[in-house]
């Protein structure tokens, strides 16, 4: 049974750091690429970004290219999400996923992903 859990968010002050992690459990994490993606109140999940299964090949949402850098630890099992410079237009529940198809490149679709975590609040004040 894989699991995916989120930690690391909270509330920040607009042009602040948050640095998301994903802890996954029960799979072959070093076979997958990972993804992140975020809900706000009233709007559809969004991808935020996601990484291949090797690492070397990364995608951002167009508002995170700059801002977002994903990595991953395949020794820890464990995705990461740095958030820098955030805006309040970043608050949201963020999410980590595992896409079914292993060995795979960044995926942006969420309907791609078979595996979620149970999300992390990121609440940024301006």
């Known amino acids: 049974q894989v699991q995916l859990s989120e930690s690391g968010g909270g509330l920040v002050q607009a042009g602040g750091s948050l640095r998301l992690s994903c802890a996954v459990s029960?799979?072959?994490?070093?076979?997958?690429?990972m993804g992140w993606f975020r809900q706000a109140p009233g709007k559809d999940r969004e991808f935020v970004a996601a990484?291949?299964?090797?690492?070397?090949?990364?995608d951002y949402v167009d508002s995170g290219k700059g801002r977002f850098t994903i990595s991953r630890d395949n020794a820890k099992n464990t995705v990461y999400l740095q958030m820098d410079t955030l805006r309040p237009e970043d608050t949201a529940v963020y999410y980590c996923?595992?896409?079914?198809?292993?060995?795979?490149?960044?995926?942006?679709?969420?309907?791609?992903?078979?595996?979620w975590g149970q999300g992390t609040q990121v609440t940024v004040s301006s």
């Open positions: 996923a595992m896409p079914r198809g292993s060995y795979g490149p960044p995926f942006r679709l969420p309907e791609l992903y078979n595996h």
């Open positions: 029960g799979g072959t994490f070093s076979r997958y690429g």
């Open positions: 990484i291949s299964w090797r690492g070397g090949d990364t």
